[in-house]
């Protein structure tokens, strides 16, 4: 599949993830967030942005733990749950939000 | 989730046959490899020209090679007795689902051309009085999408008179489909992952070292003990392997949480390997032999190195298949170990060693109220063993949950120890693609599940496999469950532990 954004294709694989990472940019991340019927708020934007941090650092999106230990020193303890993420990504924090942030989809057993 | 119908849950002592329905599940199939997918591990990139050929003449290697496929295809008298007992059947109705026809898929092309009777009545268009079919591209379409609709957990085959293991027909029609260029992409884009990053994650090492180091400090936080999560440390007694999604998801994390607290509280000096930061293996789900044993061979290869003692392998069941049948003949001899202690070992053998002989101490309250019940994972359940005795693969998972919470209770006998059911994501199908024939064959399990938690109040269901737990996690809300409901074996053995000076 594709995606149309500011009259560019951007290629992406058949569920929907980047084919090319460097792809990416905040309007995109917008659209493939419509297409999954998320709603975009300043807190799914505090998760995207600390996916793609950890993932410049380290090849990979960050564990479901440490993602919940992010969020709960930036939004607060309360928030800082895998609940929490599944409010905001409801397929999934891992997968769901790893599409949202033009990342590879984690593969293997989780 | 709103297109997947989801199966009414009935009573697990009367379970209904379900009405045949020709065809439902005709369109359920994963993405097909691409050539990156399928290049790195020696397979053609797409499906070649000659496929036909290519795939007859790998059928004839495997019949040849593995006596016990050429038996199965010979040996089916076609009594029936598997028809009810595949989860994927009972939760679809297809009746391609039943075992028997599911290797029917296979043995068609068998007759046709491997049999005298099947060459000759088929070079004359009869080949169907015999069950022989065309080996056209319809029939391999049917192939690639009933052969992935099994997960391999090889239930039918406890009831088969014959001990046909439609497991094993499915291996090497997969074997045959990678070998033309036909692959299925989860299982193979996950090898490549193992072969160039170690593990089917692709977590690096530099991440796992990151992730090694926050634990210990929850573990600090939580504990106020240096509870170690060590990597690459020479000389450590045991070297441990176990899924990479035990560094990665819930509830698989607080499983290794509970292997770490275990060594800690036993003074069992461990560590993991950067080289072997994996114990599945999905060479097994494609029936490649040459891909397990290159997968297996990082094992041997970090226990030299490492020089350590033991091998003590965590909650993963297919691994745990593959660790206890065929290590030895994969990248054996192990004579460089520790020959007082069983190779491989379990981590819940570990476990219940230790809690037997006071090695480490658990109070129930841990768990306060909770009430459990286990599932069985296929492959530990039906191709393994733990301990020394019959049924210790049963007897050993069940006594250290019953050491750790205050009530546990067994799911219907039809449903549990050899005759368990698949969690319905086993085998290569833990894919998103596939998931509404997940969501379906989980209703077996779900069925005993409901009964359980209606009529004895059980409120967790433990798991000692990586791909049950993430199956778990996705399919539970779909029976109207909450995902946290499944947890892991080392889970409950976290939260009971007792650590530090506790004499």
Not at chain 2, 124 to 144: H, P, R, S
Not at chain 2, 160 to 173: H, K, L, N, Q, R
Not at chain 2, 302 to 321: M, Q, Y
């Amino acid at each position: 599949m594709a995606y149309e954004c500011n009259g560019k294709t951007i290629e992406a694989d058949e569920e929907g993830f980047l084919v090319n990472i460097s792809d990416w940019n905040e309007q995109l991340a917008e659209l493939i967030a419509k297409d999954e019927g998320v709603p975009m708020s300043p807190e799914h934007w505090e998760v995207i942005n600390f996916l793609r941090d950890y993932y410049a650092e380290y090849q990979i999106a960050p564990a479901v733990r440490v993602l919940t230990k992010a969020i709960a020193k930036k939004m607060g303890p309360e928030k800082g749950s895998n609940k929490y993420l599944y409010e905001l990504f409801p397929y999934g924090p891992g997968k769901q939000a790893c599409k949202i942030a033009g990342l590879p989809k984690p593969t293997g057993c989780v | 989730m709103a297109d997947i119908q989801i199966p009414v849950l009935g009573d697990p002592d009367q379970r209904e046959i379900p009405s045949l329905i020709p065809g439902a599940m005709a369109g359920s199939k994963p993405y097909v490899a691409q050539p990156p997918h399928q290049e790195p591990l020696g397979f053609p990139g797409e499906l070649v020209p000659d496929w036909q050929e290519k795939a007859l003449g790998r059928m004839g290697d495997l019949l040849s090679k593995y006596r016990s496929l050429q038996v199965y295809m010979d040996i089916c008298v076609k009594c029936g007795a598997c028809t009810d007992k595949c989860h994927y059947f009972l939760g679809t109705g297809d009746p391609k689902n039943m075992p028997v026809a599911r290797q029917d898929l296979f043995r068609s092309v068998y007759r046709r051309y491997f049999t005298p009777a099947g060459k000759m009545l088929g070079a004359v268009g009869l080949g169907g009085l015999i069950g022989a079919k065309e080996f056209t591209k319809d029939l391999l379409d049917e192939w690639f999408n009933y052969f992935h609709q099994c997960s391999q957990c090889r239930r039918c085959s406890v009831f088969c008179p014959y001990g046909i293991d439609t497991a094993e027909v499915s291996m090497a029609a997969r074997e045959i489909m990678d070998s033309i260029g036909y692959g299925q992409k989860y299982c193979n884009e996950i090898i490549g992952k193992v072969h160039k990053i170690g593990n089917n994650l692709g977590l690096p090492g530099p991440a796992l070292i990151d992730n090694l180091e926050g634990l210990e400090e929850d573990m600090k936080d939580e504990t106020g003990q240096d509870v170690r999560f060590p990597i690459d440390e020479e000389g450590a007694e045991v070297l441990l392997v176990t899924p990479s999604a035990d560094f990665f998801a819930e509830p698989h994390v607080l499983g290794l949480i509970g292997y770490a607290k275990v060594f800690h509280g036993a003074g069992i000096s461990w560590t993991l390997s950067t080289k072997a930061t994996e114990a599945g293996n999905f060479g097994m789900f494609i029936g490649n032999y040459e891909q397990m044993r290159k997968i297996a061979m990082r094992i041997r290869e970090a226990a030299i190195e490492l020089k350590v003692k033991r091998i003590v392998f965590g909650e993963c069941g297919h691994a745990w298949r593959v660790a206890y049948s065929f290590l030895t003949t994969l990248v054996g001899p192990w004579d460089f170990l520790d020959p007082r202690y069983p190779v491989p070992q379990h981590i819940l053998e570990v476990t219940n060693g230790l809690i037997k002989k006071g090695g480490i101490k658990l109070d129930k309250s841990g768990n306060d109220k909770m009430v459990l019940t286990v599932h069985d994972s296929c492959n530990v359940a039906r191709a393994s063993r733990m301990g020394d005795f019959p049924g210790g693969q049963f007897v050993i998972p069940r006594e250290v949950i019953k050491s750790c919470v205050p009530k546990f209770v067994d799911m219907h006998p039809d449903t549990t120890h050899e005759k368990t059911f698949c969690c319905g994501g086993g085998g290569g199908l833990l894919t998103d693609e596939l998931m509404d024939i997940r969501v379906k064959g989980a209703k077996p399990r779900m069925e005993a599940l409901k009964d359980v938690v209606d009529n004895q109040g059980v409120t967790h269901m433990a798991s000692m496999c990586a791909i049950c737990k993430a199956q778990f996690t996705k399919v539970l809300p779909y029976y109207g469950y909450d995902r946290e409901m499944v947890v892991s074996v080392h889970q409950l053995v976290s939260n009971a532990i007792i650590l530090g000076n506790n004499d």
